[in-house]
């Protein structure tokens, strides 16, 4: 009996000791995420590699479909949304964040990502109508966010020629130098 039991307990140590030197899938995934995401941005240049940037979203997305319901999932698609606007992918950009909207309604920076929409109509595709129109649904989606004041005002000034900008920007500077 003495030996049975001896022999269990070295072959349950053997098995542990194993299961915690390799890494499972998941963490594999996150682990490589995690480099590419070292790797993307240069800090000497300020810029982005879009290889690398390219390869990190499709990481990002293989993680997601497979693990959909871990809390990393919405994290990355936020990710991939702001990475995919860095370097340029507008709609890809859009699609992500509509997406992380519909899959992750409670995630923390779902009202953040709703914004960055119509930031990137406004900004980056130059669509004031849709970028309007956006910002209108994120104010009545997101009453209550720090960002809906920048979002009327977004709202605002999109809807003055430049020469109106200009001077309401004159109005508030002597306004300001009065106080």
């Known amino acids: 009996m003495l030996k049975k039991t001896t022999v269990l ?54 993680f997601i479909e497979k693990y959909p319901k871990d809390s990393l999932s919405a994290k990355y698609l936020y990710m991939s949304g702001q990475l995919s606007k860095s370097i340029n992918l507008y709609g890809e950009s859009i699609h992500k964040f509509k997406s992380l909207i519909k899959k992750y309604p409670n995630f923390k920076k779902a009202a953040n990502a709703k914004f960055l929409i119509a930031m990137i ?14 910002y209108k649904d994120f104010i009545n989606q997101y009453p209550q966010s720090d ?24 109005e508030k500077n002597k306004k300001d130098s009065i106080r």
């Open 147 to 170: 960002l809906v004041d920048d979002a009327k005002l977004s709202i605002k000034y999109m809807s003055l020629t430049p020469e109106e900008l200009i001077k309401l920007f004159e």
């Open 9 to 62: 307990i070295l072959v349950s140590i053997i098995a542990f000791s194993c299961s915690n030197t390799t890494k499972s899938a998941k963490e594999k995934a996150i682990s490589s995420i995690t480099k590419l995401e070292q790797q993307c941005f240069n800090d000497s240049t300020n810029t982005y590699n879009n290889k690398i940037a390219l390869k990190t979203i499709i990481e990002y997305q293989k």
């Open 121 to 134: 109509y406004e900004n980056d595709i130059k669509d004031t109508t849709k970028a309007k129109l956006a």
